[in-house]
């Protein structure tokens, strides 16, 4: 062995004399991508010249940033073989238009790489306000902030337009800025809850570092996280995630005496919740009385919805729990009154002939916001007792088990403290799986487009099978669907609003075919409102147009104008009007992975994959274009299994004692495998506010041994 060690080093020896090049080690350097870092690795030899490069882009969206660093990775950084490390010019490479975060990552890496390896000075950044514009996550507004340096330093970050929800995006501007001001550095990490519009400021700051001459790439040293560990004792009842159902077993089990702390991931209270239209809540008390008598007939409900969720004559929804929900939504109606809350009229169940009302909307009383109305419930619970407390930008990690009893959660603060709470019960308020791919690609065909929270990662579902093995239930419902929209949002000025409205039209029309990834036909299974009923072609779709009919709109215009019913960008479309602009269109929508073309049906089906394509659409011949779409869906339904004390169940069907499932964690026992979920309106939100209510006050019972 040692012989071989000696022969290898002379040999290595020899080369350099001979001017041989020798590899050196790899060099690497990590960004923040669209959602997830980017990592890229350099390999040069002995002579400082680039042998390979490669860009991981694995946490990126699969067919857009995921996309964009293979192609930069098989094109421009493959050609880069053979180039002087220290002459690379990153900043000069072009990126992929649709995916530019992605692609400034890869270049940020590679200037940073460069610098690493040649020692190269900080280039400094001239003082001055410097004005940015960046798309965010509204599809109609873009975000320009006013960017400052004073001495070489970032020290003021000023809103202009904000390009998101304002109560989401104040949460940016109260911990973002000043985090990315202490820091000076782009490595800051974003805000949960908030990732969108964080990634956006950070895209912002970079742009204005290069504005005011700077290297974005020395912008990125890392910042030191804490390692201490915070024990808190004693709690009644610990509640995770603070949204609707979290937000509801905090209160009432503040209320029912007991001593409570709340962990909530995110840097403000409501999750999903403040962004609901409206509960389900049958029979209110107060409104039963004012109305001489029941509003719904429960019996007939639960019958209705019993036929809904019974799948080849079995049940599949635990009808027990169903019945339960259904005699309890309106008391939490009257009780959410009592507090920082108030409801309008009940309304009619979406789609039912019987026209019963089930469901209402909701706001924060005296005019308030439904975001303001959670803050206030919150701090009102937590005055009942002065021990109560919760925190925001906590991340809860894991169950505490001691002597097979759940004991408490381990959580993880935004500066990387660790908490330990301990407590005698655990309520699971953590809003479901929509973030989580390992899931979404298990049980529900994949990874969703959606105008739901990402964090709600399915941090409840895993703590609980992780700690008590606890029984998963109809993970596989379908998620919450009533949107739709082109897979890939234009958010910037690549096309105007008329036209953007004129891509989206064309992403929502059933009177063409419209495909899942397999290239069967949908079209049999899309009633009235195409959003509600595409999700039965998967996370996305394509609607299929011959370039003949193309050709048709630009000189009779669309056969329909279809607008979706959310995420409309401001423009308007008109059917039988001229689309003179439509190559342009498409043509755009293309960079954006939105529109596809090819010369025929069969090599459309090759391109795309869509094994089933030619079987399912008959082929007009000539070159065909495919329209990407998607489901924006809300939530998703499936969770653990609870019994009728919102107990969780274990594998064995045991009541796991002083652990609790509420809202989204465990609304699947309210539902049938792969269905949609029941269209009555607002059964999402009335479990999560109901279950999370009865759930504080078994939880408060239990821990106080009543
Ligand atoms: C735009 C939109 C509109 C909707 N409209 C309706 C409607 O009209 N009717 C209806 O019935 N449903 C509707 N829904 C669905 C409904 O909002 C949800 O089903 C419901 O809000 C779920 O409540 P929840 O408390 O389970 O989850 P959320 O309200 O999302 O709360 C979960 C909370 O847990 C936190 N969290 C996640 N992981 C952790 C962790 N590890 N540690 C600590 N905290 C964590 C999250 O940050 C979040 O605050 C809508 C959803 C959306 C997105």
């Given at each position: 062995?040692?012989?071989w060690i000696a022969l290898l080093l002379s ?5 350099s004399?001979?001017?041989i ?9 990590t960004v923040?991508?669209?959602g ?14 680039i ?6 882009g694995?946490?990126q969206?699969?067919?857009?940033g995921?996309k964009?660093a293979?192609?930069l990775?098989?094109g ?10 220290a002459?690379?010019?990153a900043?000069?490479i072009?990126?992929?238009t ?12 590679l200037?940073?790489?460069?610098a690493?390896a040649?020692g190269?000075?900080?280039a400094?950044?001239q ?10 996550y509204?599809v109609?507004?873009?975000?320009t902030l006013?960017?400052?340096f004073?001495?070489g330093?970032l020290?003021?970050?000023e ?9 989401i995006?104040a ?7 000043p985090?990315?001001?202490e820091n ?16 956006a400021?950070?895209?912002?700051v970079?742009k ?11 912008w ?7 390692d201490a560990?915070v024990e ?5 009842v610990i509640v995770?995630?603070l949204?609707?159902?979290?937000m509801?077993?905090y209160?009432?089990a503040a209320?029912s005496g ?7 991931k ?6 999903n919740?403040?962004?609901?239209s409206g509960?389900?809540a ?6 039963v ?7 719904v007939p429960?019996?007939?409900?639960l ?5 809904y969720t019974?799948?080849?004559g ?6 027990d729990?169903?019945?339960m929900?259904i005699?309890?939504?309106g008391?939490t109606?009257?009780?959410m009154e ?18 019963w009302?089930v469901?209402t ?8 916001t439904?975001d303001?109305a959670?803050?206030e419930a919150?701090e009102?619970a937590?005055?009942?007792n002065?021990?109560?407390?919760y ?7 894991e169950?505490l088990?001691?002597?097979g ?9 935004a500066?990387g ?13 953590t809003?479901?799986?929509?973030g989580d791919?390992?899931l979404?690609?298990?049980y529900i ?6 105008e ?6 399915g941090?409840g ?6 700690a008590?093995?606890?029984n998963?239930?109809n993970?596989d419902v379908?998620p919450?669907s ?10 910037n000025?690549?096309?105007?609003a008329?036209q953007k409205?004129?891509l989206?039209s064309?992403?929502l ?5 419209v495909v ?12 009235m409102?195409f959003a ?9 779709y394509?609607?299929?147009y011959?370039e003949?009919?193309?050709?048709g709109?630009?000189?009779n ?15 308007t479309v008109e059917a039988g ?5 439509l ?26 994959g869509?094994?089933?394509?030619t079987?399912n659409?008959?082929d007009?011949?000539?070159a065909y ?6 489901s924006?869906v809300?939530s ?13 169940v274990?594998?064995?069907g ?9 809202g ?6 309210l539902?049938a495998s792969e ?10 939100a009335g ?7 009865l759930?504080?006050?078994y939880?408060?019972?239990y821990?106080k041994?009543?």
């Amino acid at each position: 062995m040692k012989k071989w060690i000696a022969l290898l080093l002379s040999l290595v020896m020899i080369m350099s004399v001979m001017n041989i090049a020798v590899a050196q080690e790899p060099l690497t350097a990590t960004v923040a991508g669209f959602g997830g870092d980017v990592t890229v690795t350099v390999e040069v030899d002995g002579e400082g010249k680039i042998v390979s490069i490669a860009a991981d882009g694995s946490t990126q969206t699969p067919d857009v940033g995921g996309k964009a660093a293979n192609d930069l990775n098989e094109g421009v950084l493959a050609g880069l073989a053979g180039t002087e490390l220290a002459e690379l010019d990153a900043a000069g490479i072009e990126g992929i238009t649709g995916a530019t975060v992605t692609s400034e990552a890869i270049k940020t890496a590679l200037e940073m790489i460069k610098a690493e390896a040649t020692g190269a000075e900080a280039a400094p950044v001239q003082d001055g306000t410097y004005t940015v514009t960046v798309p965010a996550y509204s599809v109609t507004e873009q975000m320009t902030l006013n960017i400052t340096f004073e001495g070489g330093k970032l020290t003021k970050i000023e809103t202009v337009t904000a390009g998101n929800t304002p109560v989401i995006f104040a949460t940016v501007e109260e911990n973002l800025y000043p985090r990315l001001i202490e820091n000076q550095s782009l490595e800051t990490d974003v805000i949960t809850g908030a990732t969108v519009a964080s990634g956006a400021v950070k895209q912002a700051v970079e742009k204005a570092i290069e504005m005011a001459g700077g290297s974005v790439a020395d912008w990125h040293k890392p910042v030191a996280k804490s390692d201490a560990v915070v024990e808190l004792n004693d709690y009644d009842v610990i509640v995770v995630g603070l949204g609707g159902a979290g937000m509801t077993a905090y209160l009432s089990a503040a209320e029912s005496g007991a001593t409570v702390f709340g962990i909530e991931k995110a840097a403000k209270v409501g999750g999903n919740s403040t962004n609901t239209s409206g509960p389900m809540a049958i029979n209110p008390p107060s409104r039963v009385e004012a109305n001489g008598g029941q509003i719904v007939p429960p019996e007939e409900l639960l019958a209705d919805w019993a036929e809904y969720t019974t799948i080849d004559g079995q049940q599949d929804a635990k009808l027990d729990v169903v019945e339960m929900f259904i005699n309890n939504s309106g008391e939490t109606l009257d009780w959410m009154e009592k507090y920082s809350f108030q409801f309008g009229d009940e309304m009619k169940a979406f789609f039912h002939p019987a026209g019963w009302k089930v469901w209402t909307s909701y706001a924060g009383k005296d005019g308030k916001t439904k975001d303001e109305a959670y803050v206030e419930a919150m701090e009102a619970a937590k005055a009942m007792n002065e021990k109560n407390d919760y925190k925001l930008e906590l991340t809860a990690t894991e169950l505490l088990v001691e002597d097979g009893k759940v004991a408490g959660v381990k959580a993880v603060a935004a500066d990387g403290t660790t908490y330990l709470v301990h407590g005698k019960s655990v309520i699971l308020a953590t809003g479901g799986f929509i973030g989580d791919e390992e899931l979404s690609n298990e049980y529900i065909h994949g990874v969703w487009r959606t105008e739901a929270m990402t964090q709600c990662d399915g941090a409840g579902i895993k703590m609980a099978q992780n700690a008590v093995n606890a029984n998963l239930y109809n993970l596989d419902v379908v998620p919450v669907s009533h949107i739709a929209q082109v897979y890939n949002i234009v958010r910037n000025d690549d096309l105007t609003a008329d036209q953007k409205a004129i891509l989206t039209s064309l992403a929502l029309d059933k009177a063409y075919p419209v495909v899942g990834e397999d290239g069967v036909k949908v079209n049999d299974k899309i009633g009235m409102f195409f959003a509600f009923d595409v999700w039965a072609a998967g996370p996305t779709y394509y609607v299929i147009y011959s370039e003949n009919e193309m050709n048709g709109f630009k000189e009779n215009g669309l056969a329909a104008a279809n607008t979706p019913m959310f995420l409309a960008q401001g423009g308007t479309v008109e059917a039988g009007v001229p689309v003179a602009d439509l190559d342009q269109i498409l043509s755009v929508g293309e960079a954006y992975g939105d529109v596809f073309k090819a010369d025929s049906l069969a090599a459309l089906a090759d391109q795309l994959g869509l094994e089933k394509l030619t079987e399912n659409v008959e082929d007009q011949g000539g070159a065909y274009y495919a329209i990407k779409g998607a489901s924006y869906v809300y939530s998703t339904c499936g969770g653990v299994e609870v019994d009728t004390n919102l107990n969780v169940v274990d594998v064995d069907g045991n009541p796991v004692s002083g652990l609790y499932a509420v809202g989204n964690d465990s609304l699947g026992v309210l539902l049938a495998s792969e269905k949609a979920y029941v269209t009555y309106g607002g059964a999402a939100a009335g479990w999560a506010l109901t279950s999370g209510r009865l759930a504080g006050a078994y939880a408060t019972a239990y821990a106080k041994g009543e």
